[in-house]
């Protein structure tokens, strides 16, 4: 079983569209961040979010942390084609983040 | 930013054949390292954790025979994957965090590519 629970799995949208997709867990992380990964590439880094209760956006992302600091989301505004990759939540609980699980993943399309 | 270079991108091999793959931390130090392993369209799955001038801590069901790790400097890890089999073919990307942070994320290579025929 996955520490991190993400969901949707896969999200086919059109351009324009908004979206959400989560990550959840039971347990308690000092840190949380959410990575955009392209086709053969690693991942890139799109935020951290170490408070609870904390909101960051990054131009049409918004990022939250839930106040117990289990989950998180990531809420796209008007999805564009190049919106397109997998998204992963990964999830630090050690001091120096030596314990962080990714999430499986969401497979965003979004459709021109 | 930070930069982590992995070499080489990609690998091509005979099964049998032993493979290195280098994770280099190109403008910072990094005293723990991370090996992971990601199959088509899944996540990432953490394979070892590299530690400089220590023994690397291997994942439950990673054999460390196997995947042989070698982290001898603040700024270069190994992984060599001995006597590589087909099921061994997988996409390996390494990370780093930087050394002397607490909650900092960690940074990650562009991957390796591993065929093996």
């Known amino acids: 079983t996955q520490l991190l629970e993400q969901s949707p799995q896969f999200l086919s949208i059109q351009e324009g569209e908004n979206l959400t997709v989560y990550c959840n867990s039971s347990?308690?992380?000092?840190?949380l961040q959410w990575y955009r990964q392209e086709p053969g590439e690693g991942p890139v880094l799109l935020v951290t979010?170490?408070?609870?209760?904390e909101v960051k956006k990054l131009k049409r992302l918004t990022f939250q942390f839930g106040d117990a600091r289990k989950d998180s989301s990531l809420h796209i505004t008007a999805a564009q084609p190049g919106d397109t990759g997998l998204y992963l939540c990964?999830?630090?609980?050690?001091?120096?983040?030596?314990?962080?699980?990714f999430g499986a993943g969401t497979r965003l399309t979004v459709k021109p | 930013g930070a930069v982590v270079s992995q070499h080489p991108s990609r690998v091509i091999c005979k099964s049998g054949t032993s493979v290195k793959i280098e994770c280099r931390s190109l403008d910072f130090q990094a005293t723990t390292m991370f090996w992971y392993r990601q199959f088509p369209k899944q996540s990432l799955m953490l394979m070892a954790t590299?530690?400089?001038?220590?023994?690397?801590?291997?994942e439950q069901g990673v054999e460390k025979d196997k995947f042989l790790i070698n982290h001898a400097s603040l700024t270069l890890s190994t992984l060599t994957v001995t006597s590589a089999h087909p099921e061994d073919s997988s996409f390996y990307i390494c990370s780093a965090e930087e050394t002397g942070f607490s909650n900092q994320p960690q940074h990650f290579g562009d991957g390796t590519r591993l065929s093996i025929l």
């Open positions: 979010v170490v408070t609870g209760g």
């Open positions: 590299s530690n400089e001038g220590s023994k690397a801590t291997y």
């Open positions: 347990s308690v992380f000092s840190s």
């Open positions: 990964a999830g630090g609980r050690g001091y120096n983040n030596n314990d962080m699980r």
